[in-house]
């Protein structure tokens, strides 16, 4: 058995959501409907995330890239906790329902790119077209877009142990079959309403902490 570690990229390995930044600096005010269809579940997370990139010019894309490279935040405690998992002989991957023109440029050097799956992004029309190379298998029908809980499947062994990190509702399915989650702000939430046991974090200083803890009950 080995220890597998899956964790969310926005809200989560960055302080903010990087989605959500690019639709309060960029989008026109009918993004903030979609987004609330999205967190109440009305819409799917792979439809809903489509509507708000087709309200986004793609000629803002340097400017978009700019702004985030300016105000986006990695989690404090994220750098040593990397370095833990490395020396510790932990799988860790990013599953993020990001886009891949962000979610790259802010993790250079940090996580090799073979261990971070995202969303892909089309930039040769008008509007920013979102492709979705990671759909849901034939477990799920949530039409994730990025389907966490299928990436874990193909990832990992049953018999592994599964971590997850996360943030939001977009977590939610992967935390559904973990063997530990940890989670903040609208998961939190989430797991409680679904009786899905959880432990809180603010900092990977916190998770790094709990992860040795219990690597000393599992040796």
Not at 121 to 134: A, G, L, M, Q
Request: charged share 20%; net charge negative; proline share 3%.
């Amino acid at each position: 058995m080995s220890i597998q570690v899956f964790c969310d990229f926005d809200g989560t390995i960055t302080n903010n959501d990087n989605i959500m930044s690019i639709m309060e600096k960029f989008a026109p005010p009918e993004a903030e409907e979609v987004k609330n269809r999205i967190l109440s579940q009305e819409l799917s997370i792979q439809e809903g995330v489509s509507q708000l990139f087709q309200l986004i010019p793609t000629n803002l894309h340097d400017e978009i890239i700019q702004f985030l490279i300016e105000t986006a935040e990695i989690r404090n405690g994220f750098h040593e906790f990397i370095q833990f998992v490395n020396e510790n002989h932990i799988s860790f991957y990013v599953i993020s329902g990001g886009m891949d023109f962000f979610v790259y440029p802010l993790l250079q050097g940090l996580i090799p790119k073979e261990q971070i799956y995202c969303n892909e992004t089309d930039f040769s029309n008008e509007y920013i077209t979102v492709n979705w190379p990671h759909p849901c298998d034939h477990h799920c029908q949530n039409h994730c877009g990025l389907c966490k809980s299928s990436l874990i499947r193909k990832l990992s062994d049953t018999n592994d142990f599964h971590i997850v990190i996360g943030d939001s509702i977009t977590d939610l399915q992967a935390a559904k079959q973990a063997d530990k989650v940890f989670a903040r702000d609208f998961l939190i939430t989430k797991c409680e309403e679904n009786h899905i046991s959880y432990t809180a974090f603010e900092t990977f200083h916190d998770v790094q902490t709990a992860l040795k803890h219990l690597l000393e009950v599992k040796l």
